[in-house]
């Protein structure tokens, strides 16, 4: 079945610094991905839609300069948090479905097993 | 994007079929009901997908009226691993999905 792989699974970092995160996809094209953040006890939410070749498209009240999104391939797309503060500390989850556009292959979106976020 | 209603939580003992009921009665026609499952800290897990009447895998089965504006997961003979958060949600493939509340579901000995 479909693999989405998302690394690191767990980071600790100093207020102030970058992380990024990655998903792939490991078995499949993946044209659009998606971002979700989630706290705990919380349901997920969904941060931005990630697009291959062009920019992402962001829920309201994402910050677009705080959670920049690159999906450079149909395989991977990153999520990287700049200046990370102790509120950013959250659990995040990418997912991926089958690109549409190169198959009838009717398949449901597929998660990564998360990045757990810490910042100090 | 149509918007799921789902019992916050339920409970359950070991042996027992577990059936948990969403609500989505804005469903589009071209929307799939798909049903994931969560424990914690891990993404969720895809249990199973239905469009319309029943459709069953070996681990759940997923009835959906003829209106298809609810859908029913059933979780035969449950076990303490199914304790776990699960979802349903609604839309087309690869279309962005809004998660609801979910049900958490205890399973007790």
Redesign the interface.
């Known amino acids: 079945g479909a693999v ?1 792989s ?1 690394h690191p699974s767990w980071v600790i970092c100093k207020s102030g610094t970058s992380v990024k995160i990655e998903c792939r996809s490991l078995d499949f094209q993946a044209t ?1 991905m ?1 971002w ?1 953040r989630q706290f705990p006890k919380q ?4 941060m931005a ?1 990630s697009n291959e070749g062009s920019k992402a498209t962001y829920e309201q009240g994402v910050e677009k300069d705080k959670f920049l999104i690159n999906h450079a391939s149909l395989t991977l797309s990153t999520l990287t948090v700049t200046s990370a503060h102790p509120e950013d500390s959250s ?1 995040y ?1 990418c ?1 991926a ?4 556009s190169t198959t009838a292959y ?9 990045t ?1 976020l810490t910042v100090t | 994007l149509a918007k799921t209603t789902q019992p916050i939580s339920m409970d359950s003992y070991e042996g027992q079929e577990v059936n948990i009921t969403c609500s989505h009665n804005n469903i589009a026609t071209n929307d ?1 009901i ?1 049903w ?1 499952q969560q424990f914690p ?6 249990i199973i ?1 239905g469009y319309k009447t029943k459709v069953t895998n070996e681990v759940a089965s997923l009835f959906i009226p003829a209106d298809r504006k609810s859908s029913t997961l059933s979780l035969p003979r449950v076990s303490l691993s199914d304790t776990a958060v699960y ?1 349903c949600l609604v839309g087309e ?2 279309d ?7 049900t958490r579901l205890q399973v007790f000995p």
């Open positions: 989405v998302q659009t998606f979700y349901s997920l939410m969904l839609t659990f989850i997912s479905g089958w690109d549409r009717n398949s449901p979106l597929h998660f990564g097993n998360g757990r | 799939y798909t994931y800290s891990q993404g969720p897990r895809f997908q979802y493939n690869t962005k999905l809004i998660f609801g509340t979910g």
